[in-house]
């Protein structure tokens, strides 16, 4: 790879760990998310004209996609009410490149090299080392973080699918922040009764800015595969959870442990294992 494609990658794991840390950090972080959301839609709204409508039969895809985003939004929300971001977006990150290689084993009998296995023990001893101990991530933040993990590694493999439907992958990924940022919404709204946003307020420029570096997070990995192997790059953007440790110690204030540092690092080392056979 080149330096261009390997710099593209590490950004996108800075800015995706950055984002997690704004959602994370904010004072009612379902509203957080929602207006992330919004943010994302703004920005997505011109391109809906540029470029052509996905073909037919990406539309249930992207609409399967878009509910499980929704999904996958509440989940993490819950995981953080519950844990730290230094704690439960390793076991986030790390969960899903394991969900979806022992997926791919059960249930489509696909063979599993040596790499991936070690991957995979690397990541599930890292997972074990943050869920354990005294200094060990609850219960609850553990159970949301997995199944955020899952509904991840679930909408992934729609999108695996999906974008091939579409003959376009731009246009599917714009209806998709279209359709995401319209649903987000609609449940807050089901769940709390009202949405306001205070252009005022500090917490309403922070959640804006987080979706704007959500959106600039997935352009550069968007932007590296366009130059690089999938594999490699996918496996690269997976050191955003050491990113997300440091960036938990620094700005909010989290204990950053010598275990949690080598938990974090393991999770690291074990996504990487199994991206790079990707």
């Known amino acids: 790879?080149?330096?261009?494609?390997?710099?593209l990658a590490l950004f996108a794991a800075i800015l995706h760990a950055t984002w997690n840390a704004f959602l994370s950090s904010g004072a009612d972080r379902l509203w957080t998310v929602t207006v992330m959301s919004s943010a994302m839609t703004l920005v997505a709204i011109p391109f809906a004209f540029i470029?052509?409508?996905?073909l037919a039969g990406a539309w249930p895809y992207i609409t399967l996609s878009s509910c499980l985003q929704v999904g996958y939004s509440?989940?993490?929300?819950?995981?953080?009410?519950?844990?730290?971001?230094?704690?439960?977006?390793?076991?986030?990150?790390?969960?899903?490149p394991l969900l979806v290689?022992?997926?791919?084993?059960?249930?489509?009998?696909?063979?599993?090299?040596?790499?991936?296995?070690?991957?995979?023990?690397?990541?599930?001893?890292?997972?074990?080392?943050?869920?354990?101990g005294k200094a060990r991530a609850g219960t609850a933040s553990i159970l949301f973080a997995l199944a955020t993990g899952l509904v991840i590694a679930t909408y992934s493999t729609v999108d695996a699918i999906g974008v091939r439907a579409a003959n376009n992958p731009l246009s599917y990924a714009t209806w998709i922040c279209l359709l995401y940022g319209t649903l987000l919404p609609v449940s807050f709204v089901a769940i709390r009764g009202k949405l306001t946003l205070n252009l005022r307020t500090r917490e309403t420029w922070k959640a804006l800015a987080g979706g704007v570096v959500s959106l600039i997070a997935y352009g550069a990995?968007?932007?590296?595969?366009?130059?690089?192997?999938?594999?490699?790059?996918?496996?690269?953007?997976?050191?955003?959870?050491?990113?997300?440790?440091?960036?938990g110690w620094l700005f909010l204030g989290e204990v950053l442990t010598a275990r949690r540092v080598a938990a974090c690092a393991v999770v690291a080392l074990g996504t990487i294992c199994i991206g790079l056979q990707s």
Not at 1 to 6: D, E, N, P
Not at 51 to 54: K, R, V
Not at 91 to 96: F, H, K, L, Q, T
Not at 113 to 122: E, N, Q, R
């Open 1 to 7: 790879m080149s330096a261009a494609v390997i710099g």
């Open 51 to 54: 470029f052509p409508l996905p």
């Open 74 to 96: 509440l989940f993490l929300v819950a995981a953080y009410r519950y844990g730290e971001l230094g704690q439960v977006y390793p076991i986030v990150r790390g969960s899903v």
């Open 101 to 132: 290689t022992l997926g791919g084993f059960v249930l489509a009998g696909q063979r599993v090299a040596f790499l991936p296995i070690v991957g995979i023990a690397l990541v599930a001893s890292g997972i074990m080392s943050l869920a354990l």
């Open 221 to 247: 990995v968007i932007a590296a595969f366009s130059l690089g192997p999938v594999g490699p790059i996918t496996a690269l953007r997976e050191t955003s959870v050491v990113f997300a440790a440091l960036i």
